[in-house]
């Protein structure tokens, strides 16, 4: 007879139940490499695709060159000043500082003047090839990725050139922005801003419609961070409904931003983004509920004491006859009220009736207003005081 088998024991009959589910000899081996290259495998596509993928910097088809300003004409009295640029933190000494001046010049360029250390340039770059609309709107955003000029291309598409940085030959390159074919009015003007430390930008612009109306509506596009490659609309949809052909400008401080533009009965409106979302009830700054006519250039900026660290808000306009009015108003809060309440108009200059462009800038306790009229971009500065400003100083001529 048979001896009988042994009595199965606990320990026994786990280890005869898991038996079966143990691999054969050297087949953990064989999973663990083919695991390895599989992840090798994927990872290797991925950096391909990451690489075939287009920059926001790379579609460079534009012609740049070095030219005197005598020799640039300013084609529309349309351009943009942005300094000082925050490159400047990063690739030049403290104490100097750099600025961009952008306009549209003929035949069909765009021309960047650079100012230095409070010198401008003798010589400015021009760009050709972009594709820039007769009397586009122009608007320079300094951020981490920039700076960046926006400008509408002639089939009223956005698009955007990129400032390239270098030692001896600094140039501009075009973006891939066009290629979105993001549709804009064909009057509409252009504004921008910077948000989280310079790490996103946001571009803003009357949408197109298919039928045209008294009023557009003002939406957004732009990148979350300085290094994606794909440009994106903004979340919110409709920001708010403006007057066809209003310019735009848009001014920030801490977490609050304030974008205003002109409605039908053409008074200064505007809206208040703070704690991630669009204020329900827009305003209107005080002394511009007459006297302004339809198209009426204006611009906002902020301005830091640099004594007291006070933030205030600046707004420049012109009225029907002419005169460049200033008002101001201090930040209450992000739960402050009355925020359309700004102080009496002080008049700074008189650019003449007729098609103008005005821009305010603010750093290191300078205020600056640059004005265009009959093609020409004059220069007026003042100090944190607001109360003397100097002559306006033609730009070409300095």
């Known amino acids: 007879m048979s001896p009988l088998p042994p009595p199965l024991t606990w320990t026994h009959h786990l280890r005869n139940r898991t038996r079966p589910l143990q691999p054969p000899p050297g087949l953990w081996r064989w999973i663990f490499l083919s695991t390895f290259v599989v992840l090798i495998a994927i990872a290797a596509v991925f950096a391909v695709r990451e690489s075939t993928r287009p920059s926001p910097v790379i579609k460079n088809t534009v012609t740049v060159a070095d030219i005197t300003p005598t020799e640039a004409t300013l084609a529309f009295d349309s351009f943009d000043v942005e300094g000082p640029v925050m490159g400047t933190y990063f690739s030049l000494p403290a104490e100097r500082s750099q600025s961009f001046m952008i306009y549209g010049a003929s035949p069909g360029r765009i021309c960047i003047r650079n100012r230095l250390n409070g010198t401008w340039s003798p010589t ?5 090839n972009a594709n820039p609309k007769p009397g586009t709107s122009f608007s320079i955003v300094d ?13 009223n598409f956005l698009s955007t050139l990129n400032h390239i940085p270098a030692k001896d ?14 549709p804009t009015h064909p009057l509409s003007k252009l504004a921008s801003v910077t948000w989280t430390n310079g790490v996103m930008n946001q571009f803003y612009f009357l949408l197109a ?3 045209l109306r008294t009023n557009g509506q003002i939406r957004e596009y732009g990148l979350d961070d300085f290094r994606n490659r794909e440009f994106r609309p903004g979340s919110h949809g409709d920001i708010a409904p403006a007057l066809n052909g209003t310019f735009l400008s848009a001014a920030r401080y801490d977490a609050i931003e304030e974008l205003c533009y002109q409605s039908t009965n053409t008074q200064i409106n505007c809206r208040r983004y703070a704690n991630g979302v669009w204020g329900n009830d827009g305003y209107v700054i005080s002394s511009t509920e007459s006297g302004l006519p339809a198209h009426a250039t204006f611009s906002l900026t902020t301005m830091t004491d640099p004594e007291t660290k006070v933030d205030t808000l600046l707004a420049v306009y ?5 005169a460049v009015n200033l008002v101001t108003r201090s ?18 200059s008189e650019v003449g009736v007729g098609n ?12 600056e207003l640059f004005a265009s009229n009959t093609r020409k971009i004059y220069w007026y500065s003042s100090d944190t005081n607001l109360t003397t400003w100097t002559s306006g100083v033609e730009i070409s001529s300095i």
């Open 124 to 128: 400015e770059k021009c760009v050709e």
């Open 169 to 182: 030959n600094e140039t501009w390159a075009l973006s891939t922005l066009v290629d979105d074919k993001v």
């Open 209 to 211: 419609f298919r039928v």
């Open 143 to 155: 951020w981490l990725g920039g700076p960046t000029v926006a400008f509408i291309t002639t089939d």
């Open 318 to 322: 012109a009225k029907s006859n002419g």
């Open 356 to 367: 103008t462009c005005l821009v305010i800038n603010s750093a290191n306790g300078v205020v």
């Open 331 to 348: 930040f209450g809060g992000i739960n402050s009220t009355n925020i359309g309440s700004f102080s009496s108009p002080v008049q700074i």
